[in-house]
C-alpha cells in the first residue's frame, strides 16, 4: 500500500509542474469547469467544450 501512495503523489506532483509549466511559460488557462489547461481565446476562463456543454443544456 506504501508503494501505491508513493507512486500516486509522484504522479500527482508531475501534473502539478505539467500545469505550471504549460500556464507560466505557454500561455494556458485552466478551465474552471474541468481543471484541464487550454489556450484561451478572449481572457475566458472556460474551455470550449465545457462552454458547448454549458450552452447546449
Keep these: ?12 506532483h508531475r501534473r502539478r509542474k505539467q500545469l505550471e509549466y504549460l500556464t507560466k ?6 478551465c474552471v469547469e ?5 489556450l484561451a481565446t478572449h ?3 472556460i474551455c470550449d467544450g ?3 456543454e454549458k450552452t447546449m443544456d
Excluded at 1 to 12: N, T, V, W
Excluded at 25 to 30: L, S
Aim: aromatic residues 14%; hydrophobic residues 25%.
Design 34 to 38: 474541468c481543471n484541464e489547461p487550454f
Design 43 to 45: 481572457d475566458s476562463i
Design 50 to 52: 465545457c462552454w458547448r
Design 1 to 12: 500500500m506504501g508503494q501505491a501512495k508513493k507512486e500516486l503523489e509522484e504522479k500527482e
Design 25 to 30: 511559460y505557454k500561455g494556458y488557462t485552466i
